[in-house]
């Protein structure tokens, strides 16, 4: 089975959460549910800089928002939004 980039993995874990995430929770979860099997030498850190990347390049289109120091959620879950 062809594994998921890790934007969709990203969205997968995030979208099911009902809570904002940490990245390396984030990135916990995807390596649990076998999400992607390239993981590389940083999961995490790979998790952080695709959503850092998605904040800072697409800003308001972002489908994620960070809520604190390294913790994220889908903007779709952000009440008022």
């Known amino acids: 089975p062809s594994e998921l ?19 390396s929770e984030i990135a916990g979860r995807i390596i649990s549910e076998g999400l992607r099997q390239n993981l590389g030498a940083t999961p995490a850190a790979t998790v952080n800089a695709q959503i850092a990347r998605s904040i800072k390049h697409d800003g308001e289109s972002s489908p994620y928002v960070r809520v604190s120091k390294g913790t994220f959620a889908m903007r779709s879950g952000i009440t008022g939004n």
């Open 5 to 23: 980039t890790w934007r969709k993995a990203i969205d997968k874990v995030l979208g099911s959460s009902s809570i904002p995430l940490h990245y």
